[in-house]
């Protein structure tokens, strides 16, 4: 599952390399859903489903322990503090994903801002049942990430931010 798809680059890439396994993208944004089903659509690919909408309405129905993955990638950090409570990785969502998350599946998180970074960290470390997998986060391991770069990964990288990767294991 990929909460916050974009235009759909990552998601469209990974169904179309991996025709054995079902993906699910999630996003709210109508340009970016409509612009990935044309792609869907066009490529005739049956192993992607689609919500538009908030993930939030969506944890409410997703059974516990049936997604392998969660791909979160370059989540609007909302920069200002006042705003902080927006992001997307919080407590609340964090324990949504760890209900619907299998016994050893993966959460994929890609950032450029280092204060998310951070909190994200901090957040996943408060959660016991999570442990890290230890990698450089400032390198790229194309083990659980695509040797194809998003939208807003190609941007960070063009303005200077370095990309932070990091997976967290559900025991």
């Known amino acids: 599952m990929e909460i916050g798809f974009g235009n759909g680059e990552h998601l469209i890439y990974q169904a179309f390399e991996k025709k054995e396994i079902?993906?699910?993208g999630c996003e709210v944004f109508q340009n970016g859903v409509a612009s990935t089903c044309y792609n869907i659509h066009k490529h005739e690919m049956e192993n992607i489903k689609i919500f538009?909408?908030?993930i939030r309405i969506l944890f409410n129905f997703l059974p516990k322990a049936t997604i392998e993955r969660f791909y979160v990638l370059f989540p609007d950090p909302w920069p200002k503090k006042k705003h902080h409570m927006r992001r997307l990785?919080?407590?609340?969502?964090?324990?949504n994903i760890c209900f619907s998350l299998k016994r050893g599946g993966k959460?994929?998180?890609?950032t450029d801002i280092i204060d998310y970074k951070n909190q994200i960290i901090g957040l996943f470390e408060?959660?016991?049942?999570?442990r890290r997998l230890k990698f450089n986060p400032m390198t790229k391991n194309y083990r659980w990430f695509l040797n194809k770069n998003t939208k807003y990964e190609?941007?960070?990288i063009k303005e200077?931010?370095?990309?932070?990767?990091?997976v967290y294991a559900k025991s």
Do not use: S
């Open 52 to 54: 538009q909408g908030d």
């Open 89 to 95: 990785l919080n407590e609340e969502n964090i324990e």
């Open 22 to 24: 079902n993906f699910v």
């Open 107 to 110: 959460v994929c998180i890609a």
């Open 126 to 130: 408060k959660m016991k049942i999570f």
């Open 160 to 166: 200077g931010r370095t990309p932070f990767y990091l």
């Open 154 to 156: 190609d941007k960070a």
